[in-house]
């Protein structure tokens, strides 16, 4: 049965995080806290011999990559795609708004307005099929539409990988937490992924494990 390893690392803090805005689809450069954010990663992931890389198409994505390999003896000769299956979860008309507000104008439907309260009562797939339903646009991805693209994206990470091969993968907080949640619920306990964290993950033909969620330390 073909498995691979991915670690999976959240890209580096950007000025969208920064300002407590909402960032999926829309982009923002990473800050110089944000570069760090990757590098240490980088250095954490140094003595891994990756076989590719993989990278959602946001360029915080592609740059968290490129620091990160910066790093690693043989960076340079690894082999990184871009797939956008690999995007942060699309949040339509919320996009680039603040963060807290949004959640109070979501979370109106259900008489709750913060993200706790709606995430600790409804949980993450509930919670983002209510931020399709607020959209006044009728843009931002429901649950089914996230997952759907989100698979499509680990199909294609095992069509350009073999069995045993070590791969990185650079994604985002919502949706490296929704792949924990969905497959490792028990790992979740409540806390976004950090930037320059690191989510082990064991890629299998038809599931995923996950060995660990959002370690900062050198422990990988």
């Known amino acids: 049965m073909m498995a691979v390893t991915a670690y999976l690392v959240r890209h580096g803090q950007t000025y969208m995080n920064l300002y407590n805005k909402v960032q999926g689809w829309i982009d923002s450069p ?5 570069i760090q954010d990757a ?3 980088g250095e954490r992931l140094s003595k891994i011999s990756f076989d590719a890389a993989f990278t959602s198409d946001s360029g915080r994505a592609i740059e968290t990559g490129r620091q990160i390999l910066k790093k690693n003896p043989n960076g340079i000769n690894i082999i990184t795609y871009q797939f956008p299956e690999l ?3 699309f949040h339509g ?3 680039g708004e603040n963060l807290e507000q949004m959640w109070q104008f979501v979370g109106e439907q259900v008489q709750i307005t913060n993200e706790a309260g ?3 009562n409804f949980g993450l797939e509930r919670a983002r099929d209510l931020i399709a339903k607020a959209d006044l646009y009728n843009n931002a991805e429901d649950n089914k539409r996230f997952w759907d693209r989100l698979d499509r994206g680990f199909d294609r990470i095992r069509e350009n990988t073999k069995d045993d091969e070590v791969i990185l993968i650079v994604s985002h907080g919502m949706t490296i937490r929704s792949i924990v949640d969905r497959y490792a619920p028990e ?6 992924a950090k930037n320059g964290s690191i989510t082990k993950l064991r890629i299998l033909p038809e599931t995923i494990e996950v060995e660990y969620y959002n370690k900062l330390d050198s422990d990988v």
């Open 30 to 34: 990473l800050t110089s806290k944000g």
């Open 39 to 41: 590098q240490d990663a």
């Open 87 to 89: 995007r942060e979860q």
């Open 93 to 95: 008309y919320f996009e």
């Open 118 to 120: 709606v995430l600790d």
């Open 187 to 192: 790992l979740d306990q409540g806390q976004a």
